[in-house]
């Protein structure tokens, strides 16, 4: 899934300065020009990654709900008063928190 969002995010022109893959959700730290519209982006990732995913790994589309990789809904945020070092840090932690605080490995 990371190299399906990297090459997504290359072809539109948006820089992810971090990336988690958890096992219900990703989160990113992006950033892209300002002619682009965040809702589109969120389409352009969601839209692309399941259509490739998909092709990828046919078998899983039984697996998901209702054949469908991602939800409808999504969470944006800006920088706003936190630098980019502690939304890097949080995404970064992420895995680990919802491993039960266990590392990775």
Do not use: C
């Not at 950033?31 to 995913?53: D, E, N, T, Y």
């Not at 054949?67 to 999504?74: D, K, Y």
């Amino acid at each position: 899934m990371k190299a399906i969002l990297a090459e997504i995010a290359k072809r539109h022109s948006i820089d992810i300065t971090e990336m988690q893959i958890m096992p219900d959700h990703v989160q990113m730290a992006i950033s892209f020009p300002p002619k682009l519209v965040p809702s589109s982006i969120v389409k352009v990732f969601k839209g692309g990654s399941a259509k490739q995913w998909f092709i990828q790994f046919p078998e899983t589309k039984q697996l998901l709900w209702n054949g469908h990789l991602w939800s409808p809904s999504f969470f944006m945020s800006t920088l706003g008063h936190v630098s980019k070092e502690v939304v890097s840090q949080y995404i970064d932690s992420q895995l680990d928190q919802y491993n039960g605080g266990r590392p990775r490995r």
